[in-house]
């Protein structure tokens, strides 16, 4: 083994889906010790037909006319992921309310991401054992060919492992306290502390994969393939880009998801800061066929598998928790069924003003969806999924209130393994999909069903008034942290006793910045003088440091910054 651990410009492999942005000469503690350790088939191992058309075959092979080949680049991916203390710490973040919110069986962003990852290998799976009957049939070895199978191939192939290393990743730029600590530290960069590009945990996570992590060697971040960096591109956009178009430009309905509407500010939701764009752009092009603006197949698995855990692990920890209600949860729906027509009818305005009378807030989710995906949105269909979310929700699982027992525990994973079962079944493979989906999502009548799980969750969860104080607290401590190290860098005096690791990342998001503007200026969101690109280089190696404490890490500092106790 060498001393020199890497340099720019790795050699291209055949597949430039494995090609890495460094020349490793060190070996990776990850990778098998020999070269013939063969084709794992249980990373394309078929299960029911989960997309159309027809049921997925055996898996033949992962490439076209050729001999099962072995993963092990995407294999030590997942496993550079799963070693690192970004994902280690997700074990301490919020998911939805922090561990002491209701007890002790709520889901963290770790326990999270690894049922994502299960949810999207099982998907993955099903669509690689598509493609793997349209290969067979390339090669002579099977008789009819498969015609979602032959898609997934011209879009680039779905591998199971790196759709595994996606939903292990998804989660790793949470910050503190979860999405409240992600709008409060986009809010205090934007107003506070000059950055105008602000902080988003998907463009965090892009950033920890190929900047801030280390293997302990001589090159930024983890060093994965190009598969695996583009896996975890939901929104593959800088905010920068989508600056300065308004709605007269282009309609809300005819923008991709996550964009937006404010054209001040750019997008709301992106998946690379202007630092990393260059990244974004080179992990990208090893998708041709994949459009400007479009997430790779194995990234919209893994968006999809998110969705699907969201919508039901987090409903089953809070009916374990006794959160869940049946009373409030079947009011809302039954009393939407029963009045649809008079709510259809009603004015937006006298709805918003009477939005806790039972039944007007469903409305207004409906407003929503077809508001922004008339695509998909039907109104029929909308009532369906209201039907059975209600049947199967209200008068099933909450009809018996959680006690803790044999029967108790029964009801709550037999609900979750029925709708996990159901919702990965009812996927769609499009090869020009509308702009505000993907290559792979659900088909209509699932699509309304997550949608209406996820309103029960938002409404009845996350908008309890008991949280609110609580909430109040986690900012202040997030706002504080923020604040606090910026203070502590603008202090010539003491600057240089701040922690070693912000003032390495501080030089180094500053040179960043400054050739940032001489490279690409277009990138540069703000003022770009020379005052203004310090203040932004200091900017983001804060939020890049408090952004990487767990929650009690968080607590912990706040309150020796502030209160000088150690």
Same mark, same amino acid.
């Given at each position: ?176 306290? $979860?999405? &409240?600590?992600?709008? @409060?530290?986009?809010?205090?960069? !934007?107003?506070? +502390?000059?950055? /105008?590009?602000? *902080? #988003? ?120 928790? $006794?959160? &869940?209600?049946?009373? @409030?949860?079947?009011?809302?729906? !039954?009393?939407? +069924?029963?009045? /649809?027509?008079? *709510? #259809? ?135 504080? +942290? ?85």
């Amino acid at each position: 083994m060498t001393t020199g651990t890497g340099e720019r410009g790795a050699a291209a492999p055949d597949d430039p889906r494995e090609a890495r942005r460094y020349t490793e000469f060190e070996t990776s503690q990850h990778r098998s010790a020999g070269a013939g350790d063969g084709w794992d088939v249980t990373d394309v191992a078929t299960g029911p037909a989960a997309v159309t058309p027809g049921p997925a075959p055996a898996a033949a092979g992962p490439e076209p006319h050729a001999a099962p080949r072995e993963p092990q680049e995407f294999r030590i991916d997942l496993e550079r992921i799963r070693f690192s203390p970004y994902f280690a710490r997700l074990s301490a973040v919020t998911q939805v309310v922090p561990q002491s919110g209701v007890g002790p069986v709520m889901h963290n962003r770790l326990t999270h991401s690894l049922k994502v990852s299960a949810v999207a290998r099982v998907i993955a799976a099903n669509l690689a054992g598509h493609r793997a009957q349209h290969e067979a049939f390339r090669r002579g070895e099977a008789e009819r060919d498969d015609a979602t199978g032959a898609l997934i191939a011209r879009l680039g192939g779905c591998d199971t492992i790196v759709a595994q290393a996606a939903a292990h990743a998804h989660d790793l730029g949470h910050p503190p306290f $979860g999405h &409240l600590g992600e709008r @409060v530290l986009d809010r205090v960069a !934007r107003e506070r +502390l000059g950055l /105008a590009e602000g *902080f #988003e945990g998907n463009a965090q996570t892009f950033r920890i994969l190929t900047s801030l992590d280390t293997l302990g060697r001589d090159f930024p971040g983890l060093n994965v393939t190009a598969a695996v960096r583009a896996s975890v591109l939901k929104y593959p956009w800088t905010r920068v880009e989508w600056v300065g178009l308004d709605l007269d430009e282009r309609s809300a309905a005819d923008r991709p998801r996550g964009v937006g509407t404010d054209a001040a500010a750019g997008a709301e939701k992106f998946s690379s800061y202007g630092l990393d764009a260059a990244e974004m752009e080179a992990s990208l092009a090893a998708f041709p066929a994949i459009a400007r603006g479009v997430q790779t197949i194995e990234c919209a698995v893994m968006d999809l598998a998110d969705d699907i855990a969201y919508a039901i692990h987090d409903l089953d920890d809070f009916t374990r928790a $006794g959160v &869940l209600q049946q009373a @409030v949860v079947s009011g809302e729906l !039954r009393c939407w +069924l029963s009045d /649809a027509a008079a *709510f #259809e009818e009603a004015e937006q305005g006298e709805l918003e003003a009477d939005w806790r009378r039972p039944g007007v807030s469903l409305e207004l989710l409906w407003r929503r969806l077809i508001t922004k995906d008339a695509w998909i949105a039907d109104r029929d269909a909308f009532r369906e999924a209201v039907i059975r979310v209600s049947a199967e929700l209200g008068d099933g699982l909450l009809s018996t209130p959680y006690d803790g027992g044999i029967d108790s525990e029964r009801a709550v994973s037999g609900f979750t393994r029925r709708w996990i079962e159901h919702l990965r079944t009812s996927i769609v493979v499009e090869e020009h999909p509308h702009v505000r989906s993907g290559h792979v999502h659900l088909n209509r009548r699932a699509w309304h069903e997550v949608a209406v799980l996820k309103f029960v969750h938002a409404r009845f969860v996350l908008e309890r008034p008991e949280l609110a104080q609580s909430q109040r607290g986690m900012a202040r401590v997030v706002e504080g +942290l923020a604040l606090g190290f910026d203070a502590w860098l603008a202090d010539d005096s003491d600057s240089g006793r701040a922690p070693r690791r912000l003032l390495e990342w501080v030089e180094e998001a500053t040179e960043a910045t400054f050739a940032l503007r001489e490279e690409r200026p277009e990138l540069l969101a703000g003022d770009a003088s020379d005052a203004a690109l310090r203040r932004q280089g200091r900017a983001r190696a804060v939020l890049d440091y408090v952004s990487s404490f767990t929650d009690q890490q968080a607590i912990t500092t706040y309150e020796s910054l502030t209160s000088g106790r150690a």
